[in-house]
């Protein structure tokens, strides 16, 4: 079955360190990568996108994220937090563009002043 | 009014009540969706809606009554629930191109429902 996989569940970082959250998906073909964020109080929006092209892709506020197919993976990164990035962050799978996204559990991310 | 909007933002029922929830998008797209979000779990998929048209029932059991009169306008309708329905239930919106899907999606405030 499809499946998303967040590695961690909660991350506590101090400002300016430096962000990594893990994500994988069950099994390849044609996928559309996508990162969710959900600030406290807001609602679920779109961080970033991958489609198709350049495996590096670049989203609002300073974060990355790199698709690498060998390794199912869809790593988010960030290379100096802020305290305004707490909020929790979502890695979604679409596979061969159907009407089914899957959602991992999320990562809440908590930086510390 | 901008975005996706979904009403009421809170309802607590009992589970011989009928209720409904309703979302609408102000963005002109033509697909629309249905989860459902519980504590430390991955949102679920519950239903989508393509052109009206449902193109996706994720086993959602039978309590929970989609209704998609157009593209701008979803309801979910609700009936004897279970204190387990209680989550928080967003609707989204996309812009597909043909019939394919996959496009990213844009999420409403949700609606927190209680079920005592």
């Known amino acids: 079955a499809q499946s998303v996989s967040q590695h961690n569940h909660h991350v506590i970082l101090s400002e300016a360190a430096s962000l990594e959250l893990g994500c994988n998906y069950s099994y390849g073909g044609t996928v559309n990568l996508f990162w969710y964020v959900q600030y406290p109080g807001q609602h679920l929006q779109l961080l970033l996108k991958y489609f198709s092209g350049d495996p590096l892709v670049k989203g609002i506020k300073g974060f990355e994220a790199e698709f690498i197919k060998s390794k199912f993976s869809f790593n988010l990164r960030k290379p100096s937090v802020q305290w305004s990035d707490t909020a929790e962050y979502f890695c979604?799978?679409?596979w061969g563009g159907g009407f089914k996204t899957i959602f991992g559990a999320g990562t809440r991310l908590f930086v510390k002043a | 009014e901008t975005g996706v909007t979904q009403t009421p933002r809170h309802l607590v029922m009992g589970m011989t009540n009928k209720k409904s929830l309703k979302c609408e998008q102000h963005?002109?797209?033509?697909?629309m969706y249905w989860y459902k979000q519980s504590a430390k779990k991955p949102l679920e998929l519950m239903f989508v809606y393509n052109f009206k048209e449902q193109t996706e029932n994720n086993s959602v059991p039978s309590r929970f009554s989609p209704e998609c009169p157009n593209s701008s306008h979803l309801f979910l309708h609700l009936h004897t629930l279970q204190p387990e329905d209680s989550a928080l239930y967003l609707c989204a919106s996309s812009q597909l191109t043909g019939t394919a899907g996959g496009h990213e999606q844009y999420f409403g405030p949700g609606t927190r429902l209680t079920v005592t």
């Open positions: 979604a799978v679409n």
């Open positions: 963005l002109g797209h033509n697909a």
